[in-house]
């Protein structure tokens, strides 16, 4: 049946684009996909007809079903794919508004994903976010070069007028310069890159009453000589920073100039469970970035934590998934650095209490390490742990379910 409906919803989307010929922008990475491909949207949408992919549609049915309309989410799928396949011929007979342009992401869990999105969808712009040394997924893969193979496809098939827009702060992403015919734009904080990112900045407010509360980021955006400062309220970390400048990359093909673009980004949301601050019981704030976590963004989430100033501050971490033999030095080092950043760690999952021993084993006191096997478990011990002016970083990957722990600390849960 599942294999019918890929068939299926693979022929809509490829006679959907051969009809509208929309452009495509597609995004992948193994870090910042959707953070990237929100701030492209949130761009674009200011000067054109744009649809982007909804949550993290990004794989062999999400990816049609964006061409397909405006999908938000898959509710009783025996009512839902019905009418999507109604809908999407009713559009190939009779439709006449879609979307200039298209912003997808393109998942590679497993060798052949991008290949396969590639046979539904060409794009004229690819964005590379980042891969990493260890990338998420990477047990299925035979190694971190092999991940940054299947992601360079994307490059590969771009054509020569298109745009390859690369991270140049990550060596294999970077490599991928040589594998395109396409234009090169890049972004980053190297000071080699075109779009860079200056000053940037994980800012903190003083309360009145005493105590900090986590303010947001603040940068300067610089493209040809030109700066122009961007301020982003209740986000953090440099992968926001990283999504920004992929987008004002993107902008600029599109003719666009720096204060344009930063006007648009004055409307940036970023998605759900990405490093977002949330108010927490007990006068404590929580930073939600809970949905996905990999050896590359666990790091750069601690460093964001060491940057921001708090009474205390609390690490509610949990498994990285799909690291196959990479998995117990990955969880190590983050034990190891988990130790630097933190005054309480709480972990829930087997891999979890990899992360608290090492944290042990490089100075955090036992009295302040607390390891349980299920979310729900170390989501009850949070909240009798934490205190008035906590600092509170939740991030596991999305299989350990440590969303449900910010579910029972934000401020305003009822059970």
Not at 54 to 71: A, Q
Not at 187 to 210: C, H, Q, Y
Not at 329 to 337: R, S
């Amino acid at each position: 049946m599942i294999s019918l409906l890929r068939k299926l919803l693979r022929t809509l989307a490829v006679l959907t684009i051969r009809k509208f010929q929309p452009g495509i922008i597609a995004v992948t990475g193994t870090v910042g996909k959707t953070s990237a491909k929100e701030a492209i949207y949130t761009v674009l949408r200011s000067v054109r007809s744009v649809r982007a992919a909804s949550r993290s549609f990004n794989n062999e049915l999400g990816v049609p079903l964006t061409i397909l309309g405006p999908w938000t989410e898959i509710k009783n799928p025996l009512i839902f794919w019905p009418k999507v396949i109604v809908s999407s011929l009713w559009q190939l007979w009779f439709g006449q508004n879609y979307p200039e342009l298209l912003v997808l992401e393109y998942a590679a869990d497993r060798p052949g994903d991008i290949k396969y999105l590639l046979t539904i969808a060409r794009p004229q712009i690819a964005v590379m976010t980042a891969v990493g040394d260890i990338p998420v997924h990477i047990e299925f893969y035979a190694g971190p070069e092999h991940v940054a193979r299947e992601k360079a496809r994307l490059v590969e098939v771009l054509p020569i007028t298109g745009f390859a827009v690369l991270n140049s702060d990550d060596e294999m992403v970077w490599a991928m310069k040589e594998r395109t015919r396409a234009h090169i734009l890049t972004f980053g904080f190297n000071p080699t890159a075109e779009i860079k990112v200056v000053g940037f900045e994980n800012r903190s407010e003083e309360l009145a009453m005493g105590g900090w509360k986590p303010a947001g980021i603040l940068f300067k955006l610089e493209y040809g000589g030109s700066f122009v400062p961007v301020r982003l309220d209740g986000v953090f970390g440099k992968a926001q920073a990283y999504a920004i400048a992929a987008a004002a990359a993107v902008g600029t093909i599109f003719g666009m100039n720096l204060v344009r673009i930063a006007e648009a980004l004055q409307y940036y949301q970023a998605p759900p469970h990405r490093f977002k601050v949330l108010p927490g019981i007990k006068g404590t704030y929580i930073l939600d970035d809970s949905y996905n976590a990999s050896p590359l963004s666990m790091a750069g989430a601690f460093e964001t934590v060491r940057e921001l100033k708090a009474k205390r501050k609390v690490g509610v971490l949990g498994d990285m998934l799909e690291l196959g033999e990479y998995a117990i030095p990955a969880h190590e080092d983050a034990g190891k650095l988990a130790a630097k950043t933190f005054d309480l760690l709480i972990t829930a999952g087997t891999q979890g209490r990899l992360m608290a021993e090492a944290a042990q084993k490089h100075g955090l006191h036992k009295k302040q390490i607390f390891s349980y096997d299920t979310a729900e478990e170390a989501g009850v011990a949070t909240q009798s742990l934490i205190e008035k002016g906590d600092l509170i970083l939740v991030k596991a990957s999305r299989g350990i379910g440590l969303e449900k722990v910010v579910e029972e600390i934000k401020l305003g849960y009822r059970v």
